[in-house]
Protein backbone atom coordinates (compact mmCIF):
# COMPACT_ATOMS: atom_id res chain seq x y z
CA UNK A 1 0.00 0.00 0.00
CA UNK A 2 1.15 3.81 -0.27
CA UNK A 3 0.87 5.78 2.19
CA UNK A 4 2.10 9.77 3.01
CA UNK A 5 2.30 10.79 6.60
CA UNK A 6 2.71 14.35 7.50
CA UNK A 7 2.83 13.95 11.48
CA UNK A 8 2.82 17.95 12.36
CA UNK A 9 -0.77 19.49 11.86
CA UNK A 10 0.12 22.62 12.33
CA UNK A 11 2.97 24.59 13.33
CA UNK A 12 2.97 28.44 14.08
CA UNK A 13 6.50 29.80 14.22
CA UNK A 14 7.30 33.46 14.53
CA UNK A 15 9.18 35.41 11.20
CA UNK A 16 12.89 34.82 10.49
CA UNK A 17 12.61 31.39 12.47
CA UNK A 18 13.49 28.39 10.28
CA UNK A 19 10.96 25.39 10.12
CA UNK A 20 11.06 22.11 9.11
CA UNK A 21 8.10 20.02 7.66
CA UNK A 22 8.64 16.25 8.24
CA UNK A 23 7.14 13.86 5.66
CA UNK A 24 7.53 9.93 5.74
CA UNK A 25 6.07 7.81 3.02
CA UNK A 26 5.50 3.60 2.53
CA UNK A 27 6.04 2.13 -0.48
CA UNK A 28 6.91 -1.49 -1.59
CA UNK A 29 8.09 0.35 -5.03
CA UNK A 30 11.67 1.09 -5.70
CA UNK A 31 10.75 3.96 -8.14
CA UNK A 32 8.59 6.63 -7.86
CA UNK A 33 8.50 10.35 -7.72
CA UNK A 34 7.75 12.49 -3.90
CA UNK A 35 6.38 16.19 -4.36
CA UNK A 36 5.93 19.32 -2.43
CA UNK A 37 2.85 21.47 -2.82
CA UNK A 38 1.85 24.65 -1.05
CA UNK A 39 -1.65 25.87 -0.41
CA UNK A 40 -2.44 28.90 0.31
CA UNK A 41 -5.22 30.78 1.84
CA UNK A 42 -7.02 31.08 -1.69
CA UNK A 43 -7.13 27.56 -2.24
CA UNK A 44 -4.81 26.90 -5.12
CA UNK A 45 -2.09 24.25 -5.25
CA UNK A 46 1.58 25.49 -6.16
CA UNK A 47 3.96 22.96 -7.18
CA UNK A 48 7.46 23.47 -5.23
CA UNK A 49 9.37 20.44 -6.10
CA UNK A 50 9.44 16.26 -7.64
CA UNK A 51 12.08 14.35 -6.96
CA UNK A 52 12.96 11.09 -8.14
CA UNK A 53 13.55 7.79 -5.99
CA UNK A 54 17.15 7.87 -7.31
CA UNK A 55 17.95 11.48 -6.97
CA UNK A 56 18.69 11.38 -3.24
CA UNK A 57 20.57 15.07 -3.30
CA UNK A 58 19.35 17.20 -1.33
CA UNK A 59 18.10 20.84 -2.74
CA UNK A 60 18.20 24.24 -1.98
CA UNK A 61 16.08 26.75 -4.03
CA UNK A 62 16.31 30.19 -2.52
CA UNK A 63 14.88 29.84 1.18
CA UNK A 64 13.82 26.36 0.80
CA UNK A 65 15.38 23.32 0.88
CA UNK A 66 14.54 19.87 0.96
CA UNK A 67 16.06 16.72 2.85
CA UNK A 68 15.64 13.50 1.26
CA UNK A 69 16.67 10.52 2.97
CA UNK A 70 15.60 6.84 1.50
CA UNK A 71 16.77 4.76 4.38
CA UNK A 72 14.08 6.58 6.81
CA UNK A 73 11.67 6.95 3.69
CA UNK A 74 11.41 10.38 4.57
CA UNK A 75 11.08 13.77 2.18
CA UNK A 76 11.95 17.08 4.93
CA UNK A 77 10.72 19.99 3.84
CA UNK A 78 13.08 23.44 5.53
CA UNK A 79 12.16 26.95 5.14
CA UNK A 80 14.89 28.99 6.04
CA UNK A 81 13.84 32.72 7.62
CA UNK A 82 10.20 32.22 7.56
CA UNK A 83 8.31 35.02 6.04
CA UNK A 84 4.49 35.78 6.49
CA UNK A 85 3.56 34.70 2.56
CA UNK A 86 5.19 31.44 3.72
CA UNK A 87 1.54 30.08 5.41
CA UNK A 88 -0.12 27.91 3.93
CA UNK A 89 -0.86 24.02 4.02
CA UNK A 90 1.84 22.31 2.81
CA UNK A 91 1.23 18.81 1.24
CA UNK A 92 3.90 15.66 0.47
CA UNK A 93 2.83 13.84 -2.33
CA UNK A 94 3.97 10.16 -3.66
CA UNK A 95 3.39 9.03 -6.75
CA UNK A 96 4.40 5.16 -7.28
CA UNK A 97 5.23 3.47 -10.36
CA UNK A 98 2.80 0.61 -9.29
CA UNK A 99 0.06 3.45 -10.99
CA UNK A 100 1.95 4.34 -14.20
CA UNK A 101 3.26 7.22 -11.92
CA UNK A 102 -0.44 8.15 -12.27
CA UNK A 103 -1.47 9.06 -9.35
CA UNK A 104 -0.80 11.25 -6.63
CA UNK A 105 -1.31 10.22 -2.96
CA UNK A 106 -1.23 12.78 -0.80
CA UNK A 107 -0.60 13.00 3.22
CA UNK A 108 -2.92 15.62 5.25
CA UNK A 109 -1.24 18.69 5.27
CA UNK A 110 0.90 20.27 7.47
CA UNK A 111 -0.61 24.18 7.68
CA UNK A 112 2.32 26.70 8.58
CA UNK A 113 1.09 30.34 10.05
CA UNK A 114 4.15 32.16 10.20
CA UNK A 115 3.42 35.63 12.37
CA UNK A 116 5.02 39.20 11.76
CA UNK B 1 -0.27 30.29 -22.38
CA UNK B 2 -2.93 29.51 -19.64
CA UNK B 3 -3.38 26.79 -17.36
CA UNK B 4 -5.85 24.34 -16.15
CA UNK B 5 -8.99 26.07 -16.03
CA UNK B 6 -11.50 25.33 -13.85
CA UNK B 7 -15.07 26.58 -13.70
CA UNK B 8 -17.27 27.12 -11.68
CA UNK B 9 -14.42 28.21 -9.15
CA UNK B 10 -17.89 28.02 -6.43
CA UNK B 11 -20.65 26.36 -6.60
CA UNK B 12 -23.87 26.08 -4.61
CA UNK B 13 -26.02 23.01 -4.84
CA UNK B 14 -29.40 22.01 -2.42
CA UNK B 15 -29.40 18.51 -1.47
CA UNK B 16 -30.27 15.99 -4.45
CA UNK B 17 -29.79 18.39 -7.33
CA UNK B 18 -27.30 17.58 -9.59
CA UNK B 19 -23.04 19.55 -10.37
CA UNK B 20 -21.54 20.02 -13.02
CA UNK B 21 -17.58 20.43 -13.02
CA UNK B 22 -15.70 21.35 -15.59
CA UNK B 23 -12.00 21.51 -16.68
CA UNK B 24 -10.11 22.81 -19.37
CA UNK B 25 -6.63 21.64 -19.59
CA UNK B 26 -3.51 23.19 -20.37
CA UNK B 27 -3.02 23.20 -24.11
CA UNK B 28 -1.48 20.41 -25.87
CA UNK B 29 -2.38 17.95 -22.54
CA UNK B 30 -4.44 15.07 -23.39
CA UNK B 31 -4.37 13.63 -19.87
CA UNK B 32 -6.75 14.78 -17.11
CA UNK B 33 -7.05 13.78 -13.25
CA UNK B 34 -9.49 14.77 -11.00
CA UNK B 35 -9.02 14.65 -6.96
CA UNK B 36 -11.28 15.76 -3.86
CA UNK B 37 -10.18 17.37 -1.33
CA UNK B 38 -12.76 17.19 1.89
CA UNK B 39 -12.87 19.39 4.57
CA UNK B 40 -9.23 19.50 6.28
CA UNK B 41 -7.69 16.89 4.75
CA UNK B 42 -5.41 16.02 2.14
CA UNK B 43 -6.38 15.21 -2.15
CA UNK B 44 -7.70 12.19 -2.79
CA UNK B 45 -7.15 10.52 -6.44
CA UNK B 46 -10.68 10.57 -8.28
CA UNK B 47 -10.16 9.69 -12.28
CA UNK B 48 -7.73 9.27 -14.67
CA UNK B 49 -9.26 10.34 -18.26
CA UNK B 50 -7.53 10.49 -21.40
CA UNK B 51 -9.56 11.81 -24.49
CA UNK B 52 -12.60 9.64 -24.88
CA UNK B 53 -11.44 7.00 -22.71
CA UNK B 54 -11.43 6.94 -18.78
CA UNK B 55 -8.47 4.70 -17.82
CA UNK B 56 -8.41 4.49 -14.02
CA UNK B 57 -11.76 5.48 -12.57
CA UNK B 58 -10.84 3.32 -9.39
CA UNK B 59 -11.71 6.33 -6.63
CA UNK B 60 -14.79 7.10 -7.81
CA UNK B 61 -17.64 6.57 -5.75
CA UNK B 62 -19.79 3.71 -7.48
CA UNK B 63 -22.75 5.57 -7.29
CA UNK B 64 -23.81 9.09 -8.49
CA UNK B 65 -20.38 10.20 -9.12
CA UNK B 66 -19.29 10.34 -13.24
CA UNK B 67 -16.59 11.70 -15.38
CA UNK B 68 -15.74 12.11 -18.90
CA UNK B 69 -13.45 13.78 -21.75
CA UNK B 70 -15.32 14.49 -24.87
CA UNK B 71 -13.12 14.58 -27.89
CA UNK B 72 -14.18 18.15 -28.15
CA UNK B 73 -14.70 20.32 -24.94
CA UNK B 74 -13.57 20.20 -21.46
CA UNK B 75 -13.34 17.53 -19.01
CA UNK B 76 -16.90 17.03 -16.89
CA UNK B 77 -17.12 15.82 -13.25
CA UNK B 78 -20.61 15.37 -12.79
CA UNK B 79 -22.20 14.14 -9.12
CA UNK B 80 -25.90 13.34 -9.48
CA UNK B 81 -28.45 13.95 -6.58
CA UNK B 82 -25.65 15.51 -4.06
CA UNK B 83 -25.67 14.85 -0.80
CA UNK B 84 -23.97 16.94 2.25
CA UNK B 85 -20.89 15.00 2.27
CA UNK B 86 -19.88 16.01 -1.03
CA UNK B 87 -19.46 18.89 -0.11
CA UNK B 88 -15.82 19.75 -0.98
CA UNK B 89 -13.19 21.03 -3.43
CA UNK B 90 -12.66 19.01 -6.31
CA UNK B 91 -9.46 19.67 -8.59
CA UNK B 92 -8.56 19.09 -12.09
CA UNK B 93 -5.29 18.14 -13.22
CA UNK B 94 -3.45 17.66 -16.27
CA UNK B 95 -0.53 16.38 -18.19
CA UNK B 96 0.90 16.21 -21.30
CA UNK B 97 1.49 12.80 -22.91
CA UNK B 98 5.27 12.88 -22.84
CA UNK B 99 5.04 13.78 -18.76
CA UNK B 100 2.23 10.99 -18.32
CA UNK B 101 4.77 8.61 -16.40
CA UNK B 102 6.57 11.12 -14.42
CA UNK B 103 3.53 12.17 -11.87
CA UNK B 104 3.73 16.06 -13.01
CA UNK B 105 0.87 17.14 -12.97
CA UNK B 106 -0.28 20.51 -13.58
CA UNK B 107 -3.13 21.75 -10.99
CA UNK B 108 -6.46 23.86 -11.55
CA UNK B 109 -7.73 26.51 -8.93
CA UNK B 110 -10.30 23.46 -8.37
CA UNK B 111 -14.27 24.28 -7.84
CA UNK B 112 -16.11 24.55 -4.19
CA UNK B 113 -18.81 22.47 -4.21
CA UNK B 114 -20.96 23.28 -0.90
CA UNK B 115 -24.19 21.29 -0.91
CA UNK B 116 -27.15 23.34 1.65
Known amino acids: AQKVTQAQTEISVVEKEDVTLDCVYE???????LFWYKQPPSGELVFLIR??????QNEISGRYSWNFQKSTSSFNFTITASQVVDSAVYFC?????????????FGTGTRLLVSP | NAGVMQNPRHLVRRRGQEARLRCSPM?????VYWYRQLPEEGLKFMVY????????ESGMPKERFSAEFPKEGPSILRIQQVVRGDSAAYFCASSPPSQANTGELFFGEGSRLTVL
Open chain 1, 51 to 56: RNSFDE
Open chain 2, 49 to 56: LQKENIID
Open chain 1, 27 to 33: TRDTTYY
Open chain 1, 93 to 105: ALSPMNTGFQKLV
Open chain 2, 27 to 31: KGHSH
